[in-house]
């Protein structure tokens, strides 16, 4: 638009880049979990760890919505009280990354020199290892709990996200408006709190619900492998393994329907991740 | 030779992260609860067995000089024996090294190619139905655990259609292949046992499918991304408007600066796939890298988890030092 | 002289469907070029110059919606078929983009980029076309161009990148060559060698157009010039006519806001003497290390100058010569590596970080690009609150401060809750004037203040650092690559070049007498649009 006269210029719209729908689809998947998860009691007759001795692998029926594992307990009461713990220990974990990550990310971006050059190094060690490896020995290390779970997940995650923090701020560092408030005569401390920081969150916001995604996949993963959450209490990956053994004899349900809601809500946080990453324009 | 000097540079490179990987492999293994000496005694050992057995694998001594005895050892080639089986750890590395590449490249390689060619076929139709498909089809995949996708496909290929092979194996037991360089389609193939190599190729389908499945859909994603990108770009508009010929355009001025920034996501996707295909071989029984580090691990076998932790840090670092050749080598803007 | 219509336009109208609604971008636009005609389109940004030679080679955004129509030799571009489009791009007209180092493919060597045109409209094979492109290298004035036929884009100068660009549109043979801002980047004395070689091109096949927003350097070269104002054509007609009897009001608004550098500053009194310099560089030097202790780059070499009270000292260079760094070394943002800079005969290099810090309500700078200089998140008040925390006012006279402030640029007491992306270029850049006055600094440094404005709105905010400067109660230093804008606001004038001053005096002296040869062929470079009138006139044109 031509301006005839800049004092006249109307205020510019904020420009609208899409990504809605997928933001919308996305929440409404969680919003259902998470429903889920806190009705769950409400929501099935059975509890999570509840046995039915007349009722062991039955498939889906009346009794049974979904069935019954090879314990006797009742599939979809079990699928419902796990979303509880997946949900929590994944946004715990995402938590505890961007806190701790996104701090060391800030302060050796913002630092520099040696400490950047030495944090950074530390970093590639870190990542240079097996992700199970390293869970599983701080798991070990702090004994087998949902605490030490949150940790090793959201301690795996921190460098990515100082990563993402210190690539973010040594950009922002390069704009004329921290050249300017220094000009303006801000202290350090100033500068980095209150023009560096408030900036450089976003990104990191912005991927923390595909990192949620990520996060879950992970937990059920370890649960899988046995390395995870302990059987009997409830959750996706614990209870595909359990299953995974009745597969191949053809009692599909055990494991197919904790995976699908295992998938759906992953696709969830995605969907939310996705559509974020569109709107703020570093994704079409 | 510039090349050679970079080369030798990101080698050197190599020895820190090495140094400190195997540091924090040590110290993080050893401070573990359970003691794998408890695990191998029988039963009836007495206090002075126990004892023996400690100093037989040289656990009795202070830390720092296990270290230093295990780095000397390493330096000289020699990664120890297990504790819990006494055979030499380089032995079974060899032999699970290659089952777990041969998954992993295969898996990789048909990801590529999917991943390339859907990738810019969708960023040509951006926003038109067979982009949105591909772009649903990418968001999907990524949400996909693997261990359960794998279930999923042999309920359905094994179980029901019964067109796969049991997961169990990676070749018909009706098959004898003596290994020539481990890679088992490879070894049939030398033989020019081409039956074999069929069984071989059948019984690494649901695998590799399951795999490529779950890493395509990242792959695809950036493809699309940076074919965007470079269909957006002023360089991409203005050969475009210089009439030039589709073939040209597509191969000169699209294919080539949309690859520039593959490598290094695919180094990425690869590296974490060795870390962790030990879900994927779980499933398939698959007696690969990750199932027998897991084993390792589960019973604090130290020398197992050592060479395992060794073996994918230097496999990493070297994948992305190839990808960062290969990058320069599509890039002239970058230096080496 | 001129031959057949090559391109005609008429009824052009574009409209672009957006998320907030349509947007006509192109307003019934009619226009025709002949052959050996050089046409110039000007306007601002937004006004639609782009989409104009988008629609020439039918490369408009896909939620375009076209009515009328547009012919390159009697051919309806709008009606063409896949294989005649692709054909007309490029033989029939052919656009040299916009910065021409990102517009060229950055992974194939520009030889490669040319002969690809070559084969694709004038059928030759790969020898020839190779033979062909070098003629091409040597056509458009490129050094040593056998060997720049294996550069990569961005082992070249933007100048050469220029050339590069107009060999390639040229390659295609197009019956039409678009230049659109082939100036922008570009110091003056390499744009008049650029729009001269462009220029040249017109024939008795081909006709050009010329597209920019500044009006003074292309005036030298078209024959006729076309007023673009958000998306109509607002006046057209022969150049010497346009710019000395314009007719539309928003031509004579463009015109009256170019700077002329004939045009001799209004007398605002002397300023004001006594006491000592306000601001004193003494024999200063800067070098950027690089890593590793290697040799580094030397910006500045044995800098030296003053500046007092009430005093304007204009700073002007081509780019590359050092302005940036000597103003980041004034600010202490910088420290010299030999020499000394003092405010009010005190040694920035001497203060602590926090003393520095304290001395800064003593100085404050206006930077170039007006939006990237202010914190996005921040509301208008918060950003010119910015330095009074380093005094701690009252709420209430702080709040009274921000609003004098305002009011002062012009902008008032209503901006203060809005963001940065709420606002327009100019707006910004009186944010970021409001922002180093509200503290009352006794010097203050104008760093390239108006170059990433729109011509217009550049009037405007000269006009309002005029008005500053009169006022005669500060120093100011005015840096800028524009040698006209600096003769209208400046006391005294330094000429910087490679890092060193090469000449200093008043202003009235310097542009009159120039010693330097160096001055005198920068004075010499610069268009003007009262001489380039005259001499259109001259030639009956």
Known sequence: MAVVDDLTHPPAKRVRRGGDGLIAAGSLILLIVLFGAVAAPWLSQWGPT?????????????????????????????????????LGVAVASVALAVLVGGTIGLATGYAGGWVEETTMRLLDIVQAFPVFILALTVAALLGNSLHTLILAIGLINAPAYARLMRAEVRSLKSHIYIEAAECAGNSRLSILFRHLLPNALTPLLVIAPLNCGWAILMLAGLSFLGLGVAVPTAEWGAMISTGAADVVGGRWWTSVFPGLALFITVLGFNLIGEGLLQRTGQRR | MRLTRYIVRRLLLLIPVLIGVSVLTFVLIRVLPGDPVLLIVPETATEADIQQARERFGLDRPLAAQYLAYLGDVLRGDLGRSITTNTPVAEQLTRRVPLT?????????????????????AARRAGRPSDHTARVAALAGNSLPEFWLGLVLVLIFYQALGWAPPPAGRISPLFSVPPITGFITVDTLLQGDLPASFSALHHLMLPVLTLAI???????????????????????????????????????????????????????????????????????????????????????????IQAYVLVVATFYVLVFLIADLLQAALDPRVEV | MTGADVLEISDLTVDIDGPNGTVRALDQVSLSVAAGEVFGLVGESGGGKSMLARSIVRQLP????????????????????????????GAGAALCFQTPRSSLSPARTVGHQIVDRLRAHAGMDETEAWKAALALFQQVGIREPERRLGAFPHEMSGGQCQ????????????RLLLADEPSTGLDVTLTRDILALIAAQAGKDRGVIVISHDLAAIAAI????????????????????????????????LVAAVPDINRVRAATGAPAGGGGPLLAVENADVVYRSRFGRQGHQALFDVSLSLRKGETLGIVGESGCGKSTLSRTIMGLIRPTRGRVMIDGIDLAGLGRSRLRHLRNRMQMVFQDPIDALNPRRSVAQIVADPLRLIRLGRAEQDRRIDAILT???????????????????????????????????LVVLDEPTSALDVTIQAQILELIRRLTARRDRGYLFVSHDLAIVRSICDRVMVLSEGRVVEEGPTDRLFEAPQDPYTRRLLAAVPSLSTVSERHAGNGG
């Open chain 1, 50 to 86: 509840e046995i039915d001795p007349i009722a062991f692998l039955e498939p889906p029926g009346p009794g049974h919505w979904l069935g019954t594992d090879g314990n006797g307990m009742d599939i979809w009461s079990r699928i419902l009280f796990a979303a509880r713990i997946d």
């Open chain 2, 101 to 121: 590449l041969e998954l992993i490249v295969y898996a990789m390689g048909l990801a590529l190619v999917i991943a390339v060619v859907g990738g810019i076929y």
């Open chain 2, 214 to 304: 779950v890493i395509t859909a990242p792959l695809l994603r950036s493809v699309r991304a940076s074919a965007l990108e470079v269909i957006d770009s002023d360089s991409y508009r203005c050969a475009e408007s210089h009439g030039l010929k589709d073939r040209v355009l597509l191969f000169a001025y699209l294919f080539r600066l949309t690859l520039i920034r593959l490598p290094t996501l695919a180094a990425l996707v690869f590296g974490n796939l060795l870390g962790g295909s030990v879900l994927v071989e779980y499933v398939f029984s698959w007696q690969g890298l990750g199932q027998w580090a897991l084993r390792g691990l589960l019973l604090r076998d130290y020398p197992v």
């Open chain 3, 62 to 89: 896909g939620r375009a919606r076209v009515s009328g129509s547009v012919q390159v030799d009697g051919r309806d571009v709008f009606a063409m078929d896949a294989e005649a489009l692709r054909q007309h791009r």
């Open chain 3, 163 to 174: 050339r590069v660009m107009i060999a390639l549109a040229l390659a295609c043979g197009p």
């Open chain 3, 222 to 253: 078209c024959d006729r010039i076309g007023v673009l104002e958000t998306g109509r054509l607002v006046e057209i007609g022969p150049t010497a006519q346009l710019l000395t009897r314009p007719t539309h009001p928003y031509t004579k608004r």
């Open chain 3, 408 to 442: 002062d640029v012009g902008l008032g007491p209503d901006y203060r809750k809005r963001r940065p992306h709420e606002l327009s270029g100019g707006q910004a850049q009186r944010v970021g004037i409001a922002r180093a006055l509200v503290i009352d600094p006794a």
